[in-house]
C-alpha cells in the first residue's frame, strides 16, 4: 500500500485547510505546508550533517512544482510494508 503526501505552497493555506478536511478520515493521506525558507547555511562542525540533511531533502521537481503550482503531490511506499 502506498501513501499520498501532499505538499502546500506556503502562500495558499486555504488550500491547505480544505486539504486537511477532505482527507481528515483517510490514514493513507498525509498534507504538509512546504516548510523550507531560503536556504540553508552550513554551521562550522556540521558540514557533513548538513549536507546530508540537504542531499535527502532536496527535490528540484518538487521544488519546480512548488514554484509554479499551489502543491505537490508524492506517492511514498508505506513505511511498514515489507
Known amino acids: 500500500m502506498h501513501r499520498t503526501l501532499f505538499v502546500v505552497s506556503r502562500g495558499h493555506p486555504d488550500l491547505y485547510t480544505y486539504l486537511q478536511e477532505r482527507f481528515a478520515t483517510d490514514p493513507a493521506v498525509e ?33 519546480a512544482e512548488l514554484k509554479t503550482r499551489s502543491h505537490a503531490i508524492l506517492t511514498l511506499p508505506d513505511p511498514v510494508s515489507d
Do not use: A
Not at 512546504?34 to 540537504?54: A, K, S
Open 31 to 63: 498534507i504538509v505546508f512546504d516548510r523550507r525558507v531560503g536556504t540553508r547555511r552550513q554551521q562550522p562542525g556540521r558540514c557533513d550533517l548538513d549536507r546530508r540533511r540537504t542531499d535527502r531533502r532536496r527535490r528540484p521537481e518538487i521544488e
